[in-house]
């Protein structure tokens, strides 16, 4: 931008045909990118996402300085023509029509004040929506956090859950058996004894 800056008036259109043809190259690529991105492992996957996304916004905002540069360069180049038509022209003695438009000169200025303000307000409030995402993603990740830990404390329930089954059944066996001996032992004190 600082070359397009610094270009003489021949050259500064094929320069910013050149800024043009490369951001669309760099667009092509990011899309590309993105596809890439999507098929990263999981654990990668959010994190080459956001570095894309990143890129995207920086190459929009290229494309939108490239944009402003344009805009300028034809106001200038239109204040020019007009100023060398202006000092071209001839003047001679006014006719009837002496009215001056200064009321579509004021009503311009009031609609650029609106659109400032509507701009202002855009940004408020989208900047107000990104801190929302970002409040939200930090509630998401402590939910997650504490879903993994209920999950583990899950997983160390069932395992103690295993464990005191297979000990109440060999209880149960261990009790049987030894109801089993008991009944021998009085049938055998009955048998010999009585």
């Known amino acids: 931008m600082g070359r397009l800056e610094n270009t003489d008036r021949q050259s500064v259109h094929l320069l910013e045909n050149e800024l ?40 929009q905002h290229l494309q939108t300085a490239l944009r402003n540069f344009q805009h300028r360069r034809y106001s200038r180049e239109a204040q020019d023509r007009e ?43 989208g900047s107000s929506i990104l801190t929302g995402l970002r409040d939200q993603r930090g509630t998401l990740k402590g939910t997650h956090k504490k879903m993994l830990d209920v999950a583990n404390m899950l997983g160390l329930s069932n395992t103690v859950m295993r464990l005191i089954e297979k000990r109440a059944t060999q209880d149960k066996l261990i009790m049987i058996g030894g109801m089993l001996l008991t009944c021998v032992v009085m049938f055998l004190v009955v048998k010999y004894l009585g």
């Open 20 to 59: 043009q043809a490369r951001i669309d190259q760099i667009f092509s690529h990011l899309e590309r990118l993105d596809i890439l991105a999507s098929k990263e492992p999981p654990n990668r996957r959010q994190n080459a996402k956001l570095r894309v996304d990143q890129l995207k916004y920086d190459v």
């Open 83 to 125: 100023r060398e038509e202006l000092m071209s022209r001839t003047f001679t003695t006014n006719d009837a029509d002496t009215s001056i438009p200064i009321d579509e000169t004021l009503q311009l200025n009031s609609n650029l004040n609106n659109a400032h303000r509507g701009m202002d307000d855009l940004l408020g409030s």
